[in-house]
């Protein structure tokens, strides 16, 4: 069983401050030994991979392959071509949607649950009018049902974008059951891994999910890196929206030969830190293994909604089955504004969320104009930070509510 | 929002001797200058202080803590007004004092009694010095503002 008392001595900000952090939805602490590999590769081999042939760029050039390596067994994708470094899950998602060869009339098929990330860049390609967008709303709980995609998905479905864990709700979707029926249909799926990757196992081909992004800052890695994972025939189908440096075998001035998948899709000399300080955040999580995260944030998320209920006038967003959640909650007290509220628990060192978190859709949708309270857990979140959490909001609620 | 009209006053003073207090004057001045150009303020500062204030109160007097927090509007506001009236008044003595001569003309002394004139005349002195002081940052943050909106 994971240890988290143990875990939170790699983290120097959770082990010198006493700040509660219930911010990872957001982005999570990192660890030593992901700021060491970083710093590693600065103040040891800081180079290019790639284009130098001396020592230090070969050494970058195995690194930072290495990380690609590590990425792409951590979601069991089949190769590690297969992964596509960006600069977040936000530039994966667009990534496909710039560089998919979308047919006139082709539907992409998306929800209401999605962060602006996984809508945004839908809404502007069917304003453009490349394609038109098709949704399939959530209940007001944040729940996606299987049919609603049988029934929108249909042979103009080209693409089906969704979000994998929810952000707000903390509900993870049926992605298993809506690939299979977009593949039934010819149509292809792009999973929002943000929330997903770091928290439970992924595996891309027992799902055969054709393409995915996430983030290295959600899983104890650095910002600025992130990944697209695509099927190999896929991503050697998109036509790259940034050309340059990298990207090209060979040109002359009319004409260039695309480099092979993933190096065209990767314009411009890389971050090679950032990569190599993704591949030692898996590292670590796999270390502890993702299993063992699962099922501690699962009794985590059992104590924290539970907590919750008791707590007076509190509204939760999403189901109140801790069964159905991540350790992801947004919620909001009657009588105080979301806002105040993070500013209230910031006053008493707890760090949460508040606002739309990026899904405005979704809070209006269920009504929420001002947006919500969120607090989100990571492994090295414990029972008794919960404690602290649950009894100041009840001082909150019952003072102001 | 009429809160962001004292701060910048108050953390325009305290900003000459840290950046963090400048740092939230200007934050005021910018919701001042928003206010004045009939804009909703942005910077939420307002809020912050509402609920940091709130948060501060809630350990000692929960009462006094939920009073705040549901009437800080009004609370603002008589803050605002009498922050500026005793600023009024102070003014208007050291008016005084610079054309007659006495914070209190008509009166034997320059303050309320005998006893106090000497410490009221030097108390108006110094508000009047501080008011100088303000002036000159508001117009400094002011210009600062202006240069950065360009
Ligand atoms: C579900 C979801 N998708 C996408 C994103 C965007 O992630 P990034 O900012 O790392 O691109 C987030 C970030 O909060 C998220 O929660």
Redesign the interface.
Known sequence: MLDAEKLREDFPLLRESKVIYFDNACTTQKPKQVVDAIVEYYTKYAACAGRSLHKLATKTTEEFEKAREKVAKFINAKKSKEIVWTKNTTEAINLVANSFKFEKGDKVLTTNLEHSSGLLPWQRLAKKGVISLDFVLCNKEGELSIEDFEDKIDEKTKLVSVIFASNVTGTVSPLKEIIKIAHENGALVLADGAQAAPHFPVDVRKLDLDFMGFSAHKMVGPTGIGCLYGKEDLLRELSPFILGGETIKDADLRSYEPEDIPHRLEGGIQNYAGAIGFGAAVDYLTKIGMKNIEDYEKELAKLLIEGLLEVPNLALIGPKDWRKKNALVSFNIKG??P???A??LD??NIAVRSGMHCAYPFHKFIGENKGSVRASLYFYNTKEEIGIFIEKLK??AK??G | MVICIVALVVFSVLGIFSMRWREIAKEAFDCVYRMATFRPCITKLDQRIKSRLTAKLMKRAPALARFTYRYFKALSWIFTIVFFATMFYSAYGIYNLVVYGSCEPGSPTCGIDQAMSVISCYETQIVYGIILVLFIVFLYFGYRYLKFKE
């Open positions: 105080i504004e806002q105040d509220l500013i209230m006053e008493n001082e909150i003072t102001l």
